[in-house]
């Protein structure tokens, strides 16, 4: 069988798939508050197309994917699309990036959902004034809810927690503080310019090695080993149940070991976060391309994968980042 391996010999085995674009929240490091131009329901992947592409992807070897948006929840028979995808055989996991919003109706069915491993849950504040203004939407309490139920399910439980200078900064060792006694994983993440054009003045720039520097000022943690591909720097802290990780999105030293490929909401395929897109296959598929081609696409592309996100923005064509994360898929 033929492996998606790229021209540095990275083999690739997961895939992000966007399946909206649309969201309930209008997060500030995301969006503008008016929101952004959402796309035609008829330019979205339909449900029967994306399980095509993961089938063929997972044919080349992937064999984890994760859902995101916008927000998953926010499509329309999203539970069902989960559904059917449990049903490719050759998938291990599939894991689902969330706001929270929508899911706490949805637990138990997702439990029984074998393949459905870990939900990543964004929450950027313990506090509901401050929640609020972060995402200009007063939907807290459901949020909490949805990390409390999913803390008590058998769904391996994420914390996304995107570090914004002067919001939330302060809130750093309360959320490491969680994992004293919940066997959950809180991940800070280094803020991105994918925001849509909305993005605010900030003052100090929280990055890998500062996140790191106000947990260790507080906490005294021990270095985990994590899978090679791993997005994440991950510690131990003694006596807590739980892990905390730092996801260096932004300073991008974690590309040497990238194994993930992307697929927006409408098609286009993405070798890599930081560029613009190198292939619509909502069009391919849509005039009339066979799944022996879709395979053949895909292993053409996969060699056009740059060495890192330095690269990839720098071969940009349409300009510096300034999309949003909703619409490339968060």
């Not at 990543?120 to 203004?133: E, V, Y």
């Not at 939407?137 to 994420?158: A, C, G, Q």
């Amino acid at each position: 069988m033929s492996k998606l391996i790229d021209a540095f010999g990275r083999q690739i085995s997961y895939v992000r798939l966007a399946v909206t674009d649309r969201c309930n929240l209008r997060c500030q490091y995301c969006m503008p508050a008016q929101g952004i131009d959402i796309v035609p329901r008829k330019e979205l992947l339909t449900y029967k197309e994306m399980y095509r592409i993961v089938r063929v992807l997972t044919e080349l070897g992937v064999n984890k994917v994760r859902l995101t948006g916008g927000e998953p929840f926010a499509r329309k028979d999203f539970m069902s699309f989960l559904e059917m995808l449990s049903y490719n055989d050759l998938l291990d996991a599939i894991n689902i990036t969330t706001n929270g919003a929508l899911v706490s109706k949805h637990i138990k069915t997702l439990e029984k959902l074998k393949k459905v491993k870990t939900i990543n849950l964004s929450i950027d504040s313990l506090h509901a004034d401050k929640f609020a203004k972060i995402t200009r939407r007063d939907v807290f309490p459901e949020v909490y809810k949805t990390f409390e139920l999913l803390e008590k399910s058998s769904l391996n439980l994420k914390l996304n927690v995107v570090v914004q200078s002067g919001f939330n900064t302060d809130e750093i060792v309360d959320f490491v503080a969680l994992t004293k006694e919940k066997n959950i994983a809180v991940r800070f993440i280094e803020e991105m310019p994918f925001n849509g054009k909305g993005q605010r003045n900030t003052e100090e720039v929280w990055n890998y090695q500062k996140i790191l520097n106000e947990i260790q000022s507080n906490y005294t943690i021990v270095p985990l080993a994590s899978e090679k591909s791993s997005t994440s720097r991950n510690f131990a802290l003694e006596g807590h149940v739980g892990t905390v990780g730092i996801i260096p999105a932004f300073t991008r030293t974690i590309c040497n070991d990238c194994n993930r490929i992307r697929v927006t909401s409408t098609g286009t395929f993405k070798n890599c976060l930081f560029d613009d897109g190198v292939f619509n296959l909502r069009d391919f598929i849509r005039n009339g391309a066979s799944n022996e081609e879709l395979k053949a696409l895909f292993l053409s592309l996969i060699k056009e994968k740059p060495e890192n996100g330095f690269v990839a923005e720098a071969n940009r064509k349409q300009g510096n980042v300034s999309e949003s994360m909703s619409t490339i898929g968060g």
